[in-house]
């Protein structure tokens, strides 16, 4: 059987028509019956190619502002007719409907307009009817027509009707209506995700366009990376562009997501602060430096100086632009990527002589993003929202208040010690200027008493400018026992801030009193596995 099929008749309706001119040029040379609608139409005819209305071949016009114009025997008959079956194509003679052999179509930007925070109405009226129905109904006759669903199948297409002279072969059809099997299912996804944003139990994961990265958790491990469609500038690292560098693997991609999401919120902790700019420095998930100051270079100085030996390799990312001058700070010490919201030129031009390095740009992430966060277990995956904010209501419980100069420094604590793993310890330091800084933590133990005991910076209090008495301390959980207490007299702790909620809170305060500490609960947990 001749499974090739020559392009003689195509129905264009599309919302998008940039790149569409040459494949229309194409058709026209090669004797093509084009029938179209509305802006489609008088698009093809500012190309002085001749075009037939959908209008004329229904007898019907566009009706109800729009939403009807394709929904009619003639166009779909022409669409799902089988040509290997003689009543179907007795069916089209008897009613006079036209074969059509190649459908382009692509549908109205629904996510596009959710993410512009548009109206309600306007978003509704971006529900594609009769695109989406044109998509399915060609891809469903793949055997005798080609389905193009997007523009970017177009670079395929114009292959095709080029190279091969406008035939398609079977395998040609059926990839065309793979795509646009996933096209669809998408669009359905993010409408049934905008309806039932509010219901806990109803999530639809559509991810399309995955990107293979270098391997994944290790060498021998594959990974791809697939982007969300929907989000807005500055919401997702996934966006950043690569300016250099070989290529990210799945370590590099959580590394230098976790680093963008320290150095943002740490920004956000004292963003109402003006001209505090962050840096921070993250190895293996965890934050080995963050500091926020009045000078970006101060800045990265301090985060590089909270932990120089778990710095080496790490990710750094910055709040503000990267100059020349900090490119040459990393002349002599290795990195494995850099993330900035832009870079001066000087500093790109320094950085090109390490070909490896990799190089992010991307704006901070945004205080807010409503992102959720997903992961899988065994048969299932769970989605939460993603923690984000900053805690701002604060209770003193122990006789010993804490001193109102350090509300903003538990506040930047609270940010440092979100994204450590827990069971997490923060110690953050107020220089006498005003920056603040990551001066010890302890993560990742399997009890607090523990991440208290082994910082992996314990010499924190040897640094030039700690003064451990006036640091603050801050757990991402409760203490549930007062060993961590003493553990932190041993430093010489004067100030934690925790969430409380133990059911031994009074056992923690009553040691805290007894060592003349200063204790704040926030309410808030900030557990991060």
């Not at 166009?75 to 079956?85: E, K, P």
């Not at 669009?187 to 559509?206: L, P, Q, V, W």
Request: proline share 3%; net charge negative.
């Amino acid at each position: 059987m001749n499974t090739l099929k020559k392009v003689k008749s195509a129905l264009i309706s599309v919302f998008h028509k940039d790149g569409l001119d040459e494949i229309i040029t194409t058709l026209h040379q090669q004797g093509v019956t084009i029938y179209s609608t509305g802006g489609t139409q008088a698009f093809i005819e500012s190309l002085d190619v001749p075009c037939e209305r959908v209008e004329d071949l229904t007898s019907y016009p566009s009706i109800l502002g729009g939403r009807v114009k394709t929904l009619h025997p003639k166009v779909f008959g022409g669409i799902l007719a089988r040509r290997d079956n003689e009543g179907d194509l007795e069916q089209l003679a008897q009613y006079e409907i036209p074969e059509i052999d190649l459908v382009i179509v692509d549908l109205y930007p629904f996510e596009a307009t959710v993410a512009s925070g548009a109206p309600l109405q306007d978003i509704i009226e971006k529900i594609d009817i009769g695109g989406i129905s044109l998509i399915r109904g060609a891809a469903k006759n793949y055997k005798d027509v080609i389905i193009v669903p997007s523009k970017d199948q177009y670079a395929d297409l114009l292959a095709i009707l080029k190279e091969q002279n406008g035939e398609s072969t079977l395998e040609d059809r059926f990839k065309f209506a793979a795509a646009a099997f996933g096209v669809s299912s998408h669009y359905d996804s993010a409408i049934s995700n905008f309806f039932n944003k509010d219901k806990a139990d109803m999530e639809r994961i559509s991810l399309n366009n995955g990107d293979v990265l270098r391997y994944g958790e290790n060498p021998h491990q594959k990974a791809t990376i697939y982007k969300y469609n929907n989000v807005k500038e500055g919401a997702s690292l996934a966006n950043a562009n690569v300016l250099q560098g070989k290529a990210l693997s799945y370590n590099n991609m959580l590394d230098a997501d976790a680093a963008w999401k320290a150095a943002s919120d740490a920004y956000h902790s004292v963003g109402h602060i003006e001209g505090k700019q962050a840096v921070s420095v993250v190895k293996h998930l965890n934050p080995c430096g963050l500091a926020v100051t009045n000078d970006i270079m101060k800045s990265l100085e301090l985060a590089w100086a909270g932990d120089p030996i778990s710095a080496f390799g790490g990710i750094i990312c910055f709040t503000d632009t990267v100059t020349g001058e900090i490119a040459e700070w990393f002349a002599k010490r290795f990195v494995e990527i850099i993330i900035a919201p832009a870079y001066t030129p000087e500093a790109l031009e320094i950085f090109g002589k390490k070909k490896n390095l990799r190089l992010l740009e991307t704006p901070i992430k945004n205080e807010l993003t409503g992102e959720k966060l997903i992961r899988s277990v065994s048969g299932a995956i769970l989605v939460q929202d993603e923690d984000e904010g900053v805690d701002t209501d604060f209770k003193n419980v122990t006789e010993k208040q804490f001193d109102a100069t350090k509300m903003e420094l538990a506040k930047f604590g609270i940010t440092a010690c979100k994204h450590l793993k827990s069971n997490a310890i923060a110690v953050v330091t107020e220089q006498a200027d005003g920056s603040f800084w990551l001066t010890g933590a302890g993560m990742g133990q399997p009890n607090r008493l523990d991440s208290m005991r082994q910082l992996t910076m314990p010499r924190f209090n040897m640094k030039e400018g700690v003064d451990i008495a006036n640091s603050v301390v801050i757990s991402d959980a409760f203490f549930p026992f007062r060993d961590s207490i003493e553990a932190a007299n041993e430093y010489g702790v004067k100030y934690i801030v925790e969430p409380g909620g133990s059911i031994r809170d009074e056992e923690v305060i009553e040691a805290c009193n007894e060592f003349g500490m200063a204790m704040l609960f926030t309410g808030k947990r900030h557990f991060k596995h």
